[in-house]
């Protein structure tokens, strides 16, 4: 069954080699067969099918947005491949003319038996009428599912240009609101816990979007030099991703043994990165390279949180920035 569609393979690909004239009357090997017309529609129909099914996948991808979107790049991706599968079981078992023989497995680089093999694999096809038309859906195919394998590399990040990682939506006046796009009060931010937000009008999903808010006592914050007043009532907002590996700081850790635990902070749980809110989110433990950036904010006049200007650093990770000289 190998050997067959092996030969399949190599017969559907088009695989030839240019045989001496002096060999052109030789005894075949594989005994003679008519086309089959029908079978190559088949194979022709599978190979289109899988070609459609593969570029399906990338399109799936592409949009993004699409409800059951994991499921359907499962049943895209593996319906080109089980489309593929069944149009080589068609040219293996209608297509390519095969007999048995038992015999003694020649010894290894016999030169007869290297002939034979050659002569198989170029007789096998030889009932293939439209072969010409059969390469062609099966490069389209094979090109298309290529295509499939690949295109999940562009979500591993910008190649040319990765200024956009360093990008942020905050700009001095926008409103901080909820995951549902209720803008947060001052007053709805307590002590002892973390909120998320987001800015208003922009999409969630940018990595400078969302950020950590939380509430300490004013009279225990110390913020670097030009911060004073980035933090009203003692409210403050930082980066939700973390600077070691672009996590996000999921917990809030309040203390409970004062020994061990002596401040509140914000806890990366993915590698424990921890930074202290009360000092402008520098790094308490863990290996994350640099503190998290903070958002300035201001309190208007309805008491709502908006932002009071950009990020005091890039966001993200440090290696984001290797190449364009803001990894520090």
Same mark, same amino acid.
């Given at each position: ?39 190559? +529609? ?62 003694? /497995? ?88 973390? /909120? +998320?937000?987001?800015?208003?009008? &922009? ?34 907002? /930082? &980066?939700?991703? @973390?600077?070691?590996?672009? @996590? ?7 203390? +409970?043994?004062?020994? +061990? ?6 806890? @990366?749980? @993915?590698? /424990? ?53 803001? &990894?520090?």
């Amino acid at each position: 069954m190998i050997r067959r569609a092996i030969i399949a393979l190599l017969v559907l690909i088009g695989w030839r080699r240019q045989r001496k004239d002096a060999a052109r009357d030789e005894e075949r090997i594989v005994p003679d067969a008519p086309s089959d017309r029908g079978a190559e +529609t088949a194979v022709l129909v599978l190979l289109v099918l899988a070609a459609l099914a593969a570029l399906g996948f990338v399109a799936v991808y592409a949009i993004g947005d699409l409800p059951g979107e994991t499921q359907w790049l499962g049943l895209a991706l593996g319906g080109a491949f089980a489309l593929l599968a069944a149009a080589l079981v068609v040219v293996a078992k209608r297509l390519v003319v095969s007999e048995e023989n038992e015999e003694d /497995y020649p010894q290894a680089s016999h030169p007869e038996a290297q002939r034979a093999i050659v002569q198989v694999v170029e007789e096998s096809g030889d009932r293939i009428t439209r072969k010409r038309l059969l390469r062609l859906a099966g490069g389209a195919a094979g090109g298309a599912l290529g295509l499939a394998l690949v295109t999940p590399v562009v979500s591993l990040g910008p190649v040319f240009d990765t200024s956009r990682l360093q990008a942020a939506p905050w700009r001095r006046g926008r409103r901080l609101v909820a995951e549902d796009g209720t803008p947060w009060s001052a007053d709805d931010i307590e002590e002892g816990t973390f /909120y +998320t937000a987001y800015p208003e009008h &922009s999409s969630h999903d940018e990595v400078g979007a969302p950020v950590v808010l939380v509430r300490l006592d004013p009279r225990a914050l110390q913020l670097p030099a030009g911060r004073a007043a980035w933090a009203p009532d003692g409210i403050l907002a /930082y &980066s939700k991703i @973390c600077t070691h590996a672009g @996590c996000a700081v999921a917990l809030y850790r309040k203390p +409970t043994f004062r020994p +061990t635990q002596p401040r509140p902070a914000l806890v @990366c749980p @993915c590698h /424990y990165s921890t930074f202290d809110p009360a000092r402008g989110g520098e790094v308490l433990f863990g290996p994350a390279g640099r503190p998290l950036p903070q958002l300035p904010l201001l309190i208007d006049h309805r008491r709502e949180l908006r932002a009071a200007g950009r990020f005091s650093g890039p966001v993200g990770p440090a290696w984001w920035g290797v190449r364009d000289g803001r &990894s520090r």
